[in-house]
């Protein structure tokens, strides 16, 4: 069994209906999608998904001799499917960019100067953003006046760019820009296809085509860019930027193409606190639980004291009971039998996960793929049912590998361990660091995001605030917001960063509950100040009050006591006038429609909310 790309699940939803929703959004009223590999199934769900459509007709071009980009333009080209200016997209690109002015300003420039014939979309993003692929090198050079791309070089072997000197004659200014994002969304006239039905030798758009149109001096055409600074749009070309936009949409940058929108009316989405979704006909045991930056779809039936945390779980799958699934993707139909853990993975269609496995960081299990039982995957393992030959090609290999008493497959090997390939992928390390590391170490580098980061710093600040008997509460938050600054973290996320290492704090050396409740309460006394530096509002302190509710849910915390004293929190949260009671409320409120397992701490502060609307009452009199 395979996929096509475009078709693979992104947050639960195929990827190309993501691109063709973009493109249907601005206007745009026929869309080719053009297919090789896995044309058939491609065709199919176009059929089935957007026959109906209003207002837009999806078709599929097929041609399966094609093997680039070039090759499929010159199969358009022969079947006169344009006869006007068009806009071409990649099948991976995720955006909520409003097209229709960009066209508009595009068909302006063509009116006053037909040399024109493309406007490149080109979305700024730092050299180390959170969605910008590792292997992402691209520099460009742009005229500032009129827009004009005037160089174009993705050369990330080479480390240094050479530009010619004719291109800064008779310009007043250049720009050299290495924190552009090339999103592959062009906006092309005719003679494109023209120019790559004249020259069989152009097959990639990048680098043969475009860099073949900026260094002929022949030619007079001319690509404009078109520089994106609000709004989001990014392509899934690999398994970290997989990751990156996965988390982007659940984050809602992607908004309104967000799970809850239902956009494709053929989901049944709801949004709860803190960033977790949840489709209709899902089966939850009363203890399990399913926290922040979650997406669970219909059909999935989670056992008992299971925990989903940060992950996508993809229609119709099971998981057993004692099982955890951390910053993981489960595609449709998975199995994970009880007291597994899946870490950092990417598990598809079809895949069972035997009782008592560990699924290691980075790990792909391909679809059918079995692994177990007591078994542990090693990090960054690649799992297939398809041995060399059957439908792999380029230099990938298969090789035999132990995959548990009940396991198959074979493990996928890429060319000398491509990063391209990873979902984790290793750090690369420059010439001048290589002195600095140690000639034994077999330690594998990896890049820290800029959360891990942020989350480290806070870690620093709080041990050594809550080491010190005296703590300066205001340089301690005042250490945090610069922390917070250099990461350009959101104020939520420092709650979230400060919590595990009070909760720590109070449950160190401490057995009895009376006791616990004790340090409790003089902790939060003592540092319950610190949150009010990062709540801006009622959202930002019900946002608070999730993450305490987070963390006391955790299956350590129930046994500890800490969950127990929930409400005493809140309470002391109150008095210290950290939160106020339209916060308490809106909580409270925002529980009523949940079962009676997910209200368990709102029952546990059902007296305290009883005696803030009364409280409420009096006021109004």
Not at 52 to 80: F, N, T
Not at 432 to 445: A, R
Not at 513 to 529: D, E, I, M, Q, V
């Amino acid at each position: 069994m395979g996929m096509a790309q475009a078709l693979m699940p992104l947050v639960n939803t195929p990827m190309m209906d993501y691109t063709i929703e973009f493109l249907a959004s601005a206007g745009i009223t026929h869309i080719w999608v053009f297919c090789c590999s896995h044309a058939a199934m491609i065709d199919e769900h176009v059929n089935k998904t957007y026959r109906h459509l209003p207002k837009v007709k999806v078709e599929c071009i097929k041609a399966d001799m094609c093997r680039s980009a070039g090759d499929a333009l010159r199969v358009v080209y022969d079947r006169e499917c344009f006869s006007s200016d068009f806009v071409l997209v990649s099948g991976d690109v995720v955006s909520n960019l409003d097209l229709k002015p960009i066209l508009q300003q595009h068909q302006e420039r063509r009116a006053k100067d037909k040399s024109i014939i493309m406007t490149q979309l080109l979305m700024q993003a730092s050299p180390n953003h959170r969605s910008r692929a590792q292997e992402d090198a691209t520099i460009v050079a742009i005229d500032r006046a009129t827009s004009q791309l005037l160089h174009y070089d993705n050369s990330p072997e080479t480390g240094r760019v050479r530009l010619s000197a004719e291109l800064f004659a008779g310009r007043s200014a250049v720009e050299v820009r290495f924190d552009l994002l090339d999103c592959r969304v062009d906006i092309c006239s005719l003679e494109v296809l023209n120019g790559l039905n004249d020259d069989f030798d152009y097959a990639d758009l990048r680098t043969d085509w475009l860099m073949g149109m900026l260094n002929n001096e022949l030619v007079e055409f001319k690509i404009q860019t078109h520089i994106i600074t609000e709004g989001y749009a990014n392509r899934c070309r690999n398994l970290s930027t997989y990751v990156a936009l996965s988390n982007d949409i659940i984050h809602r940058w992607t908004y309104p193409m967000v799970p809850d929108n239902n956009w494709l009316n053929a989901s049944s989405y709801e949004h709860t606190r803190p960033l977790v979704y949840k489709e209709r006909g899902i089966k939850l045991a009363p203890t399990c639980s399913v926290r922040k930056n979650s997406v669970v779809g219909s059909g999935v039936e989670v056992g008992q004291h299971s925990a989903i945390i940060s992950s996508v779980v993809g229609r119709r799958c099971i998981i057993g009971h004692n099982a955890t699934i951390v910053n993981s993707y489960l595609w449709e139909g998975v199995r994970v039998e009880s007291h597994s853990t899946i870490t950092n993975a990417i598990v598809c269609s079809g895949a069972v996960i035997r009782e008592n496995t560990h699924v290691g960081r980075g790990c792909v299990v391909s679809f059918g793929v079995v692994v177990g039982p007591d078994h542990s995957l090693p990090p960054h393992t690649k799992l297939t049912l398809h041995a060399s030959g059957d439908s792999i090609e380029d230099e990938s290999y298969t090789e035999e590998v132990d995959t548990g008493e009940s396991g198959n497959g074979l493990r996928f090997v890429s060319p000398d361990n491509n990063p391209l390939h990873m979902l984790c992928p290793p750090r690369t390390v420059k010439a001048d660091e290589e002195d600095e590391l140690s000639d034994d170490s077999d330690t594998e580098l990896e890049v820290l995001t800029g959360l891990q980061k942020f989350e480290d710093n806070v870690a620093d600040v709080m041990q050594h605030g809550l080491a010190a008997a005296s703590p300066d509460v205001e340089s301690i938050a005042m250490e945090i917001v610069s922390a917070r600054m250099a990461h350009d973290r959101t104020l939520g996320e420092c709650p979230a960063a400060i919590m595990p290492h009070l909760f720590s704090h109070i449950k160190e050396g401490v057995t009895t509950k009376p006791a616990l409740k004790k340090r409790l309460l003089a902790t939060f006394k003592k540092w319950g100040a610190l949150f009010s530096n990062f709540l801006d509002g009622t959202d930002d302190q019900v946002e608070l009050i999730y993450q305490i509710q987070m963390y006391c849910e955790g299956e350590e915390q129930r046994e500890s006591g800490i969950s127990s004293v929930f409400q005493e929190v809140l309470n002391l949260l109150y008095q210290l006038d950290v939160i106020e009671e339209e916060a308490v409320l809106k909580w409270a409120e925002e529980h009523a429609s949940l079962p009676r397992h997910e209200r368990t701490f709102v029952d546990q502060c059902k007296d305290f909310i009883a005696w803030l609307e009364s409280e409420d009452d009096d006021e109004d009199d």
